[in-house]
């Protein structure tokens, strides 16, 4: 062991640690103050302030609701076609739109009937109601005849059709998959075709005025 | 020890702090967290698990496929899309009003071909004054909220997942490593029954490079009887079975299934909202009808 005398007696000379207590440095609690003070501050600008409802990138409850579907368009219609639907449809073809083998009333969810291009044939379908077989997702239904929903519907002409129009705009957005709005003055229309009309159509009448 | 009721008083002071940042406030703000309605279909969401889909819950959590699969989807921002779906009888006051605020689109190819995309901005205030100028004019716009981040581009869901998405999860078991795919969405993403169980049996052959192990211990490999069975998987190539014998997927690869459809984060909630709403959910549950 070669200890380089000086060094040793360098380290003898230090001083004893000591546990007594000691004023913090001044910069510790600068630090301290800085850091506190830059936390809160991004706490306030992205935390959200613990509302449960505010999840990034949304700051505030504020925030999310300018971001909110705006009432109007679809949104509306198909918030008052599911209230119309489970009044006026939903005891043959139930809330979910599974229909009900049991009163030969058919399927609406995913079928070609609901998912046709525009909504002609429903409209007229809900106005006057239908008999006799119909074909759908490849399965024959003919035990059930549909009651002319529509025209029994309470009101005007003009409320009819508003109802109407809501109605299919939440069984083709919510069924089909298709978020287009029927609008009231396209189902007043398709009604003044067919209103002298008493008889329930049949699916073969419905196909050829929308194929 | 002069200062033990310093030290523990320090430690008491650190530890409960740290317990009611993790435990005390989320569960104040969430403990009692229930059913919300969705916007605009004003559904109930979530729904609780039932049958088949709870059990597969079990079957997921005892494979430990929460290793390798997340199930939470990521948002890094939002975006605001404004679709023009009609000029109005007055196209050419239209078109100046859209001018008006973006002078880019001073073109006749603007209006025509609608709907058409005029805007695509990252805050709604900046779409609100294009909105105000083309209706006051007679156009009809749409306004469209679109999420964006890198888990939204991959396809792996139409929003982020929020606390909503799992309160009805007995186990949550949101994952940590993603070396598959996120599966958060995988119900409305993948939801062929067949598919999934196929994918199960032989990933490879499904997706040519997963690296996702096989679990053929959710299928039983059984020599053909008199009639073939009607669940037995229809396989080709390498996975294919040797002539005279079928794969067929236990009940524990149904539960499985059942469970992987049955995973939906797509909800529009009013916590993270978006426009247009992905569609509904199917209310025939494939599995279940088997």
Request: charged content about 20%; aromatic content about 8%.
């Amino acid at each position: 062991m070669n200890a380089d005398p000086k060094k040793s007696s360098d380290v003898t000379n230090e001083a004893e640690p000591t546990a007594a207590m000691t004023a913090m440095p001044v910069w510790l609690v600068a630090l301290m103050v800085t850091l506190l003070f830059l936390s809160a501050w991004y706490f306030d600008l992205y935390g959200g302030w613990f509302e449960p409802k505010v999840f990034s990138p949304y700051v505030s409850v504020a925030d999310v609701q300018r971001f909110q579907p705006k009432t109007g368009g679809i949104a509306e219609t198909v918030a008052r076609g599911k209230k119309l639907f489970s009044d006026n449809c939903a005891v043959c073809h139930m809330e979910t739109g599974v229909g009900n083998p049991a009163n030969g009333c058919p399927p609406l969810v995913d079928s070609e009937w609901v998912k046709s291009p525009t909504a002609t044939r429903m409209v007229m379908l809900i106005s006057k109601g239908l008999s006799g077989p119909i074909t759908v997702n490849g399965k024959v239904w003919n035990s059930g005849v549909m009651l002319a929903v529509g025209d029994s519907l309470p009101g005007s002409e003009a409320e009819k059709a508003e109802k109407i129009a809501a109605i299919a705009t939440y069984v083709r957005f919510q069924f089909g998959k298709i978020a287009v709005e029927t609008k009231p003055a396209q189902v007043e229309a398709i009604r003044a075709s067919i209103k002298d009309r008493t008889a329930n159509f049949t699916a073969e009448e419905l196909l050829k005025a929308e194929p | 020890m002069k200062s033990s009721n310093t030290i523990f008083l320090a430690a008491f002071i650190a530890l409960s702090a740290s317990w009611a940042g993790f435990v005390l406030v989320p569960q104040i703000q969430l403990g009692r967290a229930d059913q919300a309605k969705t916007i605009p279909a004003e559904d109930k969401y979530p729904l609780a698990r039932a049958g088949l889909a709870a059990q597969g819950a079990e079957v997921y959590r005892s494979l430990g496929c929460v290793y390798c699969h997340s199930q939470q989807v990521g948002q890094q921002g939002v975006k605001v899309e404004v679709l023009l779906l009609d000029a109005g009888t007055n196209a050419s006051s239209t078109l100046a009003a859209i001018a008006k605020v973006h002078p880019e689109l001073n073109k006749p190819e603007t209006i025509t071909g609608l709907p058409k995309e005029i805007a695509y901005v990252a805050d709604i205030a900046a779409s609100d004054a294009l909105v105000k100028a083309v209706t006051a004019v007679g156009g009809k716009v749409e306004v469209n909220v679109i999420p964006t981040g890198s888990d939204i581009s991959r396809g792996w869901g139409k929003r982020r997942t929020v606390a909503q998405d799992y309160i009805f999860d007995h186990v949550v078991q949101p994952g940590t490593r993603r070396a598959g795919p996120d599966l958060a969405n995988v119900g409305s993403r993948l939801a062929d029954l067949n598919w999934q169980l196929n994918h199960l049996y032989a990933p490879k052959s499904m997706v040519k490079d997963s690296t996702m192990p096989a679990y053929r211990i959710l299928f039983e490999k059984r020599k053909i009887g008199k009639v073939a069975s009607a669940d037995a998987l229809k396989l080709t190539g390498d996975s294919a079975p040797p002539p005279g014998f079928e794969i067929v997927p236990t009940d524990k690869a149904r539960e499985l299934v059942a469970y992987l459809l049955s995973l939906r984060s797509d909800a529009p909630l009013f916590e993270s909202p978006v426009t247009p709403p992905p569609a509904a959910a199917p209310a025939t549950n494939t599995v279940a009808a088997k």
